[in-house]
C-alpha cells in the first residue's frame, strides 16, 4: 500500500480571494487540514518551510500542536532550510515534537531552495566557513543534527551543576529513540540522491529537479530513485529506506472542481533555470479520475516511491483541500493499487 499525504507550502495573502489572510489563519487551518486528512484515512501531513515570506517558517510549533490533535497520521516537513539552523537546537525542538506526536515525525531537511531575501542565513548568524559555501554550510548542519540525534553523550558534564546529572557526557535531551531513522534529504539531482544514500537518510524528491537530461520530469526522477536506492545498498545500510516524491493532482468531480483547474490539465513538464542552472518541472495532473489513474499508471516515479505527497493550494481553505484528499483516496488511489 503507497502511503498518501499532502504538502502544504503554507501561503497567505490579504487578498479577499484567499481563505488564509494571516499567519495565524494559515496555523490554525494547518492543524484543522491534518486532523481532517487523518479522518478521511490520509497517512501524512508534511509542511514547507521559507523564511522572510508570508509562509509557514518555524515548523515545528506547528508540528507539536499537530501531533497534540491526532494520534495515527504522519507529521513531517518539506522541507526545512538547514543553512538557517542550529542543529542542536533544532534537535531540541525535533525531539519534543517527536515525544509529543509520540514517535510521528518525518523530518524532511535539505540546502534550501531560491530565497527571499540575499544570503538571508546570514542574518540568522550563520556564516560558511572559510573555503566552504552555503551549501557545504547546510551539509555540515546536517551532519551535527543526525550526530546528536544519535542519543551519545558528547558534553562535559559541571562538576557543580545545579541538578544531578547521570554519570558520563551528556546528550541533548529530549531524546526520542528512532527520530535519526525518519530524517528525509530533499534531493534536487541524481548525484545528490547518491549522497543521500551514503548518510543513512531517505529520499525526498519534489515536483521539480535541478538538472535536465532531456527525458520526461518522471523518468528523470525514476532514475534518481533507482541509483538512491542502489547507493543505499552498496552503502551497507541494514534497514529499509523510504522515498516519497510529490505531486500536484487534482481530480475534476464538481464544478468547483472545474472552475478550480479544469484547464490545468492536458500539459507537460516545463523545462525553466533556477539557481542559474537548467532545471525540469514535473506536470499537473488534472482532469476526469478515469483519465487521471490512466496518467498516474505511467508515472514511473510514483510507481517506485512508497510514499506520495499532494500539493495543496492551501489558500482555498480547508473543507476545499479536504475535497480533494477525499476524491484522490477514493476515486484514483484504488483503481491505482494504492488502496
Known sequence: MKKIGFLSFGHWSASPQSQARSAADVLHQSIDLAVAAEELGADGAYFRVHHFAQQLASPFPLLAAVGARTSR???GTGVI??????????A????????????RLQLGVSRGSPEQVIDGYRYFG?????????????????????????????????????????????????HSPGLRERIWWGAGTRQTAEWTAQQGMNLMSSTL????????????QAEQIERFRKAWADAGHTRTPRVSVSRSVFPVVSDLDRAYFGREGGGGDQVGYLDGGKARFGKTYAGPPERLIEELARDEAVAAADTLLLTIPNQLGVDYNAHV????????APGLGWR
Open 73 to 75: 497520521i504522519e507529521i
Open 81 to 90: 532550510d538547514m543553512r538557517y539552523e542550529n542543529p542542536l537546537y533544532m
Open 126 to 174: 550563520y556564516v560558511p566557513a572559510e573555503g566552504a559555501d552555503h551549501a557545504g554550510m547546510a551539509r555540515e548542519h546536517t551532519r551535527v543534527f543526525l550526530d546528536v540525534l544519535e542519543g551519545n553523550g558528547f558534553a562535559e558534564p559541571n562538576p557543580r551543576p545545579m541538578f544531578p546529572n547521570p554519570p558520563g557526557l551528556l546528550r541533548i535531551e529530549p
Open 209 to 220: 529537479l535541478s538538472e535536465d537530461t532531456g527525458v520526461p520530469f518522471h523518468q528523470l
Open 92 to 103: 531540541e525542538d525535533a525531539g519534543a515534537a517527536d515525544l509529543i506526536s509520540d514517535g
Open 325 to 332: 484528499l477525499e476524491t484522490v483516496l477514493k476515486e484514483l
